[in-house]
């Protein structure tokens, strides 16, 4: 039996697990975790921190490790890359270059220029934060490390009161180089796409959606849609595979976040080169059949994917939906109790992926899990998030709710329905 090694218990690790299992792999899950969902699925754990590359690498010989896998995290991923490599392991990411670029907004930046694909308009800044170069500037801009992501040591910059503060902000969070771009007003959008031997298919497109009246960066909920999709293909769909094309991908999976401005112009804002923390993949693996999370372990195990292996591209409206809800989290606190999970868990059009459990503490904004929904349709979908926001709490000591609930349905409806239209 081949034994499998995943680095971490992080977004996506659980379900990596379990179709591990599927493919009848021996599962062992690596953290300095106690106890995580993704450790207790597991045949075994060690408690090794996925830092230390050389007593892994030690361990994987000692145990005949022939995969190494992970979650959504780009950190650990670099480290399963130098694992992967000292002992010789397929693993999809392997060309430095692809890697970079897939972590290096200033790099992403680069090849988007030279294919023509459409991105902000950007502006030279130095740390000297010349006058001559603030006042080439058109506000309000965006400033942020190019090497982050997660929003962290980003600002809006609204005026050239503001720059140096932004600007030292950022550079407090990195040594690398600061992005300054004009900032975009417009509805975020997600695209997949799936690779193999070189060629890409675009796999789903999602919208993001924030509740009303808290912050537009907490992505609440990430849906698959057909609004705005048609526009997508027309218009940047050959412009994303010419950026994956001149970055090296080769295999696996690549996703962009992309906003449509108010100017009705698509514009990429990064790129990623791993399991995209949205986790659509799980519930969208019902709309149409294909399991990114098998695909993707094939490929730790060695198997060498042909365009023929590809899903078909996506070119048309569909009826099914995928969720990734985002527990969002209100404020500081440690978790005290989780209700309904166990309830949660027996529905067959949801799944889980809760990395916190009773006395894990949660940092105000930052995201505490996320629940997957299926849904044949958008009415199917909403009445599943009723049920959840019905049934499902995580309490703190005070017994308050700790995570922002979404319950703008008619938005999800609305966007739906002209996506369908959009196709007619």
Same mark, same amino acid.
């Given at each position: 039996m081949k034994k499998l090694l995943v680095l971490g218990s992080d977004y /996506?690790?659980? %379900?990596?697990?379990?179709?591990? +299992?599927?493919? &009848? @792999?021996?599962? #062992?899950?690596?953290?300095?975790?106690?106890?995580?969902?993704?450790?207790?699925?597991?045949? $075994?754990?060690?408690?090794? /921190?996925?830092t230390d590359v050389d007593l892994l690498t030690q361990k994987c010989k000692e145990e005949n490790i022939s995969a190494i896998m992970f979650g959504a995290s780009d950190f650990n991923i670099n480290n399963a890359r130098e694992i992967c490599r000292r002992l010789n392991l397929p693993i999809y990411c392997a060309d430095d270059y692809s890697w970079k670029v897939a972590r290096d907004k200033?790099?992403?930046?680069? #090849? *988007?220029?030279?294919? &023509?694909?459409?991105?902000?308009?950007?502006? +030279? @800044?130095?740390?000297e934060l010349k006058k001559e170069d603030i006042e080439k500037i058109s506000f309000p801009v965006v400033i942020k490390p190019s090497d982050k992501s997660g929003n962290r040591g980003m600002s809006y910059c609204m005026s050239s009161n503001e720059l140096s503060? *932004?600007?030292?902000?950022? =550079? /407090?969070? /990195?040594? %690398?180089? #600061?992005?300054?771009? =004009?900032?975009?007003? &417009?509805? $975020?959008?997600?695209? +997949?796409?799936? @690779?193999a031997n070189g060629e890409a298919r675009l796999l789903y497109f999602n919208s993001t959606h924030h509740q009303p009246g808290e912050k537009s960066n907490l992505y609440s909920l990430k849906i698959t849609t057909t609004c705005h999709l048609k526009k997508y293909i027309e218009e940047v769909n050959e412009s994303a595979k010419k950026i994956i094309q001149k970055a090296g991908c080769k295999e696996g999976i690549v996703w962009f976040d992309c906003i449509l401005d108010e100017d009705d112009n698509f514009y990429f804002l990064e790129m990623g080169y791993r399991f995209g923390g949205v986790m659509t993949y799980v519930p969208y693996s019902r709309v149409i059949g294909f399991n990114v999370i098998k695909w993707m372990l094939e490929i730790s195990i060695g198997v060498k994917h042909q365009a023929k292996h590809l899903p078909k591209e996506l070119n048309t409206a569909i009826e099914g939906c995928a969720v990734s809800y985002h527990l969002f989290s209100k404020y500081d606190g440690e978790i005290s109790e989780i209700k309904g999970l166990e309830e949660l868990e027996k529905k067959e059009n949801i799944y889980l992926d809760l990395p916190k459990r009773k006395g894990d503490l949660i940092r105000k904004d930052t995201n505490s899990g996320l629940i997957g929904v299926y849904g044949k349709n958008i009415e199917d979908v909403c009445e599943t998030l009723k049920y959840i926001n019905s049934n499902f709490k995580i309490y703190d000591s005070k017994s308050n709710n700790m995570f922002i609930i979404f319950d703008d349905y008619e938005s999800l409806r609305e966007e739906y329905y002209i996506g369908l239209r959009e196709f007619d």
């Amino acid at each position: 039996m081949k034994k499998l090694l995943v680095l971490g218990s992080d977004y /996506s690790t659980a %379900e990596v697990v379990k179709e591990a +299992h599927n493919m &009848g @792999l021996y599962v #062992i899950v690596s953290d300095l975790m106690n106890n995580s969902p993704t450790k207790k699925l597991a045949d $075994e754990s060690w408690k090794i /921190s996925t830092t230390d590359v050389d007593l892994l690498t030690q361990k994987c010989k000692e145990e005949n490790i022939s995969a190494i896998m992970f979650g959504a995290s780009d950190f650990n991923i670099n480290n399963a890359r130098e694992i992967c490599r000292r002992l010789n392991l397929p693993i999809y990411c392997a060309d430095d270059y692809s890697w970079k670029v897939a972590r290096d907004k200033f790099e992403f930046k680069k #090849i *988007c220029k030279e294919v &023509g694909a459409p991105i902000a308009q950007d502006y +030279h @800044l130095t740390d000297e934060l010349k006058k001559e170069d603030i006042e080439k500037i058109s506000f309000p801009v965006v400033i942020k490390p190019s090497d982050k992501s997660g929003n962290r040591g980003m600002s809006y910059c609204m005026s050239s009161n503001e720059l140096s503060d *932004c600007y030292k902000y950022a =550079r /407090s969070i /990195s040594n %690398e180089n #600061i992005i300054v771009e =004009r900032m975009l007003k &417009g509805k $975020e959008y997600n695209v +997949h796409y799936v @690779l193999a031997n070189g060629e890409a298919r675009l796999l789903y497109f999602n919208s993001t959606h924030h509740q009303p009246g808290e912050k537009s960066n907490l992505y609440s909920l990430k849906i698959t849609t057909t609004c705005h999709l048609k526009k997508y293909i027309e218009e940047v769909n050959e412009s994303a595979k010419k950026i994956i094309q001149k970055a090296g991908c080769k295999e696996g999976i690549v996703w962009f976040d992309c906003i449509l401005d108010e100017d009705d112009n698509f514009y990429f804002l990064e790129m990623g080169y791993r399991f995209g923390g949205v986790m659509t993949y799980v519930p969208y693996s019902r709309v149409i059949g294909f399991n990114v999370i098998k695909w993707m372990l094939e490929i730790s195990i060695g198997v060498k994917h042909q365009a023929k292996h590809l899903p078909k591209e996506l070119n048309t409206a569909i009826e099914g939906c995928a969720v990734s809800y985002h527990l969002f989290s209100k404020y500081d606190g440690e978790i005290s109790e989780i209700k309904g999970l166990e309830e949660l868990e027996k529905k067959e059009n949801i799944y889980l992926d809760l990395p916190k459990r009773k006395g894990d503490l949660i940092r105000k904004d930052t995201n505490s899990g996320l629940i997957g929904v299926y849904g044949k349709n958008i009415e199917d979908v909403c009445e599943t998030l009723k049920y959840i926001n019905s049934n499902f709490k995580i309490y703190d000591s005070k017994s308050n709710n700790m995570f922002i609930i979404f319950d703008d349905y008619e938005s999800l409806r609305e966007e739906y329905y002209i996506g369908l239209r959009e196709f007619d």
